[in-house]
T-cell receptor, first 115, second 112 residues
Framework: KAGVTQTPRYLIKTRGQQVTLSCSPI?????VSWYQQTPGQGLQFLFE???????NKGNFPGRFSGRQFSNSRSEMNVSTLELGDSALYLC??????????????FGPGTRLLVL | KQEVTQIPAALSVPEGENLVLNCSFT??????LQWFRQDPGKGLTSLLL?????REQTSGRLNASLDKSSGRSTLYIAASQPGDSATYLC???????????FGQGTTLQVKP
């Protein structure tokens, strides 16, 4: 089975721009979660989707948004980019709607650099 | 608010040593405690998941324990190898919020 895939792997943007990241979960997995990883704050939960519905949300500003499609693929969008948004964005998938209550399988991440 | 702490932040050991990584959490209301491994610039690999009703889990040379009452978990690595060099992260799933809360990680270096 193919693992979780994320595209693009690397991205350079400038302040004020917006960006869309994509995540394809493991086949059959319907829960997708997104995390931001920075050296200062570590790994922080962004949001979780199951069956196209956002089930949980972290403490991030409204500039961060996401969605999930009927095939379970998910996208996250960051508008009006700030320097502090530079980070590794990780996506994780799991089988059931309980999300973090079971083993999560992570993708390789998208490294975003905001200049 | 759940907080997860990992000590030490970094650890260097010679090959073959047995070692213990520590994780503590402030709120005992958890569904589970998970240990992950992260190689530089890569995503996370799940190592072990301990349900809140369990005391420990084992996989090969890895053994993780959970003591909910004291808010502690340990990851024991037996007979360490250079390939074990990575950052190890623990994460607790809060039963109040359903969110996975991560520690800052322990970066392990195993020297040949």
């Amino acid at each position: 089975k193919a693992g979780v895939t994320q595209t693009p792997r690397y991205l350079i943007k400038t302040r004020g721009q917006q960006v869309t990241l994509s995540c394809s979960p493991i086949s059959g997995h319907r829960s997708v979660s997104w995390y931001q990883q920075t050296p200062g704050q570590g790994l922080q939960f962004l949001f979780e989707y199951f069956s196209e519905t956002q089930r949980n949300k972290g403490n991030f500003p409204g500039r961060f948004s996401g969605r999930q499609f009927s095939n379970s693929r998910s996208e996250m969008n960051v508008s009006t980019l700030e320097l502090g948004d530079s980070a590794l964005y990780l996506c994780a998938s799991s089988l059931s709607p309980t999300g973090a209550q079971e083993t999560q399988y992570f993708g390789p991440g998208t490294r975003l650099l905001v200049l | 608010k759940q907080e997860v702490t990992q000590i030490p932040a970094a650890l260097s050991v010679p090959e073959g040593e047995n070692l213990v990584l520590n994780c503590s959490f402030t709120d005992s209301a958890i569904y589970n405690l998970q240990w992950f491994r992260q190689d530089p610039g890569k995503g996370l690999t799940s190592l072990l998941l301990i349900q809140s009703s369990q005391r420990e889990q084992t996989s090969g040379r890895l053994n993780a324990s959970l003591d909910k009452s004291s808010g502690r978990s340990t990851l024991y690595i037996a007979a360490s190898q250079p390939g074990d060099s990575a950052t190890y992260l623990c994460a607790a799933t809060s039963s109040n919020t359903g969110k996975l809360i991560f520690g800052q990680g322990t970066t392990l270096q195993v020297k040949p």
